[in-house]
């Protein structure tokens, strides 16, 4: 049993990573420290394994321009690029490959 002595939960340092620097922008740029596994790039979006998976295959895809509003940062064309040609693409490869 460990005797030491409980911490409260620092919220602001949790956080503050997340505030400083985008992790999908650090995936894009490529940075060591920020690592994934690509399945999927062109010029527009990315998809990578997520290092810390709920499911097998589960695929993260992404906007490689940093938009933050799924809805006010995409015209509808983008989006539905995004969601009816890169995720089902994506989607299709990954189950063809994991069953």
């Known amino acids: 049993m460990n005797d ?5 939960f620092d ?3 949790y956080e503050r990573p997340v505030r400083e620097r985008c992790f999908l922008c650090e995936v894009v740029e490529g940075n060591p420290a920020n ?6 790039e062109d010029d527009r979006s990315i998809a990578f394994l997520d290092r810390f998976p709920a499911h ?6 992404a906007p490689k321009a940093h938009l933050e509003q799924v809805t006010g940062d995409f015209s509808s064309e983008e989006f539905l690029r995004l969601q009816q040609q890169v995720v089902f693409d994506v989607a299709q490869a990954v189950r063809s490959d994991v069953t």
Do not use: Q, S
Request: charged share 20%.
């Open 35 to 40: 690592a994934h596994d690509l399945v999927f």
């Open 11 to 13: 919220l602001e340092a």
């Open 4 to 8: 030491a002595p409980r911490r409260p």
């Open 56 to 61: 097998l295959g589960h695929t993260l895809v």
